[in-house]
C-alpha cells in the first residue's frame, strides 16, 4: 500500500545511513493489498437441479401425502384389516391342525394321541375330546386340573391354557384335528366362532378348569 518513500521528519537530522535503514524496512513491511471479493454466482447447473428437485419433491408430497391429512392412511389400514377378516374362514382352513398339535400338543400327549398312562391322558377316544365341542374348547383354551378319569384311568394333573398363544384360528383347527384325525377319532367339526364365542366370555378367567366345573356347564 505504501509505495511513496518514507518521508523523514525534517526536523530530525538524519545522516544518510538512517534513512537507507529506513528504506530496508519499508522492503520488509510492505504488504500485498487485501485480496478483493466479488460476489460469486454458484454453478449454473446446481439452480437447475434445485428447482428440478423441489418440483418434483412438491409433486411427490401432493400426490402421496393426502393432503397431509392425519387420518389419510386410516382407509388403507381398514382395506387391509378387511381383507384378513374375510381371509378368516379361509385361514382356517389353511392353518394345519395336524401343525399345531405337532408343535403344541404332542410333548405331553404323544404324537398319536395315546397319552402317558398315569401322567397325560389320552385325546384318542376320550370322551372329553369327542363329547361336547364347548367342553372340549374350554379345555384347549383355559387349560385343566385336578381329577379326571379318561378311558377308564384316573387323572390328576395340570393342563395349561392355551388362549393366549393360540389365535381363535389354531385353537378351531387344533380342535378339529384332534375330533376328526387323530388316531381315527370321528366327531363333527367345531365352527371359528364357537371359539370366539367362548374365549369371549371367558378373557376374564385365569385359573384352569376342573371336571365338575365343566360337568356343570354342560348340564345348564
Ligand atoms: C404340558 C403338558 C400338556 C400339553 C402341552 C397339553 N396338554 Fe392336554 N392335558 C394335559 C394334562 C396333564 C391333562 C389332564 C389334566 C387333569 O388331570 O386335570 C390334559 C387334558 C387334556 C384334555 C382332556 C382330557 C382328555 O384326555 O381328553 C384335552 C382334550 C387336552 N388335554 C387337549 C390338549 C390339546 C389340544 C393340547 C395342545 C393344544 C394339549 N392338550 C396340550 C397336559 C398337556
Not at 388362549?163 to 363333527?188: F, H, K, P
Amino acid at each position: 500500500m505504501n509505495d511513496q518513500p518514507r518521508q523523514t521528519d525534517p526536523a530530525i537530522p538524519t545522516g544518510n545511513n538512517e534513512s537507507t535503514e529506513l528504506d530496508l524496512h519499508d522492503q520488509v513491511i510492505y504488504e500485498t493489498p487485501e485480496p478483493f471479493e466479488d460476489i460469486a454466482s454458484g454453478p449454473r447447473w446446481f439452480y437447475l437441479f434445485s428447482v428440478v428437485a423441489l418440483v418434483v419433491g412438491a409433486f411427490y408430497l401432493g400426490r402421496h401425502m393426502g393432503n397431509l391429512d392425519t387420518e389419510a392412511h386410516i382407509g388403507f389400514l381398514q382395506a387391509q384389516k378387511q381383507q384378513s377378516g374375510q381371509g378368516g374362514a379361509a385361514a382356517v382352513k389353511t392353518v394345519s391342525g395336524a401343525a399345531v398339535f405337532t408343535s403344541r400338543c404332542v410333548s405331553c400327549h404323544q404324537a398319536n394321541g395315546q397319552g402317558i398312562p398315569g401322567a397325560f391322558p389320552p385325546l384318542v377316544k376320550s370322551t372329553y375330546v369327542l363329547g361336547d365341542p364347548q367342553t372340549l374348547v374350554r379345555i384347549v383354551l383355559q387349560g385343566l386340573q385336578g381329577e379326571i378319569k379318561v378311558e377308564g384311568q384316573a387323572y390328576n394333573g395340570l393342563m395349561p391354557p392355551w388362549q393366549d398363544q393360540l389365535s381363535d384360528e389354531e385353537t378351531t383347527a387344533v380342535i378339529n384335528y384332534i375330533r376328526t384325525e387323530l388316531g381315527g377319532n370321528q366327531a363333527g367339526q367345531v365352527d371359528v366362532e364357537l371359539v370366539q364365542k367362548i374365549r369371549a366370555a371367558e378373557k376374564d378367567r385365569q385359573k384352569p378348569w376342573t371336571v365338575p366345573e365343566l360337568e356343570a356347564l354342560e348340564k345348564s
